[in-house]
C-alpha cells in the first residue's frame, strides 16, 4: 500500500491564515505546509484508494498532490478540521462510501456515523456506513479497524490498517491524548508505519490553561492539556507499540521556529510505500534533514 499524507497540520495548520510567526515564516520560505488532517491510502494491487478524514483542505490537497480521488473514506471524530471537507464530495464522486463507529457519544447523543449521516444527508451520493470499533472490515482490499482512543468531550478512534497480501500495517493514533486504552494498543502495536498526534513540544504545556498531563516518570506531560499528545507523549507512544518509523503529525506552528522542521515531524506531501519489506519513503520533500550530513 502507498500511503500519502496529504494533511500534517492541527486545526489552524501552518501556516496560519494571518500569522506572521517565525514558525510560519520559516514554512513560508520553506515552501512547505502542513494542512489540516487528511491522510490517503492507495492499495496500489486493486487500484483503490481510502481516505482518512475529510480535510476542508480537501480541494486544496488534491489539487498539489499526485493522488486519485478516492473511493471510500474514513472518518474518525467530528472535528471541523476531520470532517468538513466532506462537503467537496458534491459533483465530484459518483458514489462515495463513508465508514464511522457506531457508538453513541454521550456528549452529542449520537455516534460518528449518525452526525455525519445528519450533517450531509444533502450529499445523495454519499452513503455512510456503520462500523463496531475493535472489529475489522474490509474496504478497498485492504482491513481497516477502528480504535477508541481519548479526545474528550468527543468519542474519536484512531485507526488500523493492514494488507492482507503483504502483511503491512499502517496505525494512526488519531486525535488522542496519551491515555489510549490498552485495548487500543494491543491493536495499533507493530506498525510498518505510525501517525502519531504530537500538537506541541512538552515545554509549551505551561501554555495552557489545563497545563500537561499523563506525566512521565520525570515528571514530562505525555499530554497537552487533556485531548492532544505531546511531542514527548506521541514518541512514547510510539516507543510502546515498537513502531517501525514514526513520523509526527496534526502538529501546531506554536512549535518553535528551529524546533518545528525537525525529524520525525511530518510535512504535507511525504509518501511512503509499505509491503512485506517494510516502509520505503517515495517522496522528495525539501526537509532540513535531507540536508544533514554531521
Ligand atoms: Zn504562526
Ligand atoms: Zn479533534
Ligand atoms: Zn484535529
Not at 78 to 106: C, K, M, T
Request: a negative charge; hydrophobic letters at 35%.
Amino acid at each position: 500500500m502507498r500511503v500519502t499524507l496529504l494533511g500534517t497540520g492541527d486545526t489552524t495548520g501552518t501556516p496560519t491564515v494571518g500569522c506572521d510567526c517565525a514558525t510560519c515564516d520559516r514554512a513560508r520560505e520553506r515552501g512547505v505546509e502542513r494542512s489540516r488532517f487528511s491522510v490517503h491510502i492507495e492499495n496500489e494491487r486493486a487500484e483503490e484508494s481510502i481516505l482518512i478524514d475529510l480535510s476542508p483542505d480537501f480541494r486544496h490537497q488534491f489539487l498539489t498532490q499526485d493522488v486519485p480521488l478516492p473511493d471510500a473514506a474514513v472518518v474518525t471524530h467530528i472535528h471541523f478540521d476531520h470532517l468538513d471537507g466532506l462537503g467537496n464530495a458534491y459533483r465530484i464522486f459518483d458514489s462515495l462510501p463513508v465508514y464511522a463507529a457506531n457508538e453513541v457519544d454521550p456528549e452529542t447523543g449520537e455516534s460518528v456515523a449518525e452526525t455525519v449521516r445528519r450533517k450531509y444527508d444533502y450529499l445523495d451520493r454519499v452513503s455512510v456506513h456503520d462500523v463496531t470499533p475493535l472489529e475489522p472490515i474490509e474496504v478497498c482490499g485492504l482491513e481497516l479497524t477502528l480504535v477508541r482512543v481519548d479526545h474528550p468531550p468527543l468519542i474519536c478512534y484512531g485507526l488500523v490498517v493492514v494488507d492482507p497480501e503483504t502483511g503491512a500495517k499502517l496505525s494512526l493514533s488519531g486525535d488522542t491524548s496519551y491515555d489510549v486504552p490498552e485495548s487500543s494498543r494491543e491493536r495499533l502495536r507493530d506498525p510498518d508505519l505510525f501517525l502519531a498526534d504530537a500538537i506541541v513540544p512538552a515545554a509549551l504545556c505551561d501554555r495552557h490553561p489545563l497545563g500537561g498531563s499523563h506525566h512521565d516518570a520525570d515528571g514530562v506531560p505525555r499530554s497537552f492539556g487533556t485531548k492532544h499528545m505531546t511531542r514527548e507523549g506521541a514518541l512514547a507512544l510510539a516507543d510502546d507499540l515498537n513502531a517501525d518509523v514514526t513520523r509526527l503529525v496534526h502538529t501546531a506552528h506554536y512549535y518553535p521556529a528551529d524546533e518545528a522542521f525537525e525529524e520525525p515531524l511530518a510535512v504535507d506531501g511525504e509518501g511512503y510505500r509499505l509491503d512485506e519489506t517494510g516502509v520505503i519513503r517515495l517522496d522528495t520533500t525539501p526537509a532540513e534533514s535531507a540536508s544533514t550530513t554531521d
